[in-house]
């Protein structure tokens, strides 16, 4: 379902460790509101939800809201290093449309709810 990169894996591991609470995850998912329509969430947590789906990426716990699935079938999470520090980047083939930072998307059949100004 979601695709995370070897150095993106390494990357959220050290930050994971990094953390003092035990037992932490990614945590993936999607809400209204962007640019586009849609935004992408992502942070650590250490608490289920009924319909959380779980996967294994490289020794990592990713876990996605049952709502967002079907937004972020196939979505790609990489890191890049740059000069001026480094991010995550995401890939989303599901994606029709996004705004120019990358952060907000709309697909083809779903629209959302874009934010009156833009990123």
Known sequence: MIKVSDTAVDKIKE??????TPN???????KEGGCSGFSYGMGF???????DQELDANGLKVV???DSVKYLNGLEI????????????INNPNATATCGCGSSFRTATEAGNPAAEPC
Do not use: N, Q
């Open 64 to 66: 996605v809201d049952g």
């Open 15 to 20: 930050m994971l460790e990094a953390e003092e």
């Open 24 to 30: 932490m995850f990614l945590r993936v998912g999607v």
């Open 78 to 89: 990489d890191w890049k290093d740059a000069a001026m520090g480094g991010g995550f980047t």
């Open 45 to 51: 947590d250490d608490e289920r939800h009924e319909g």
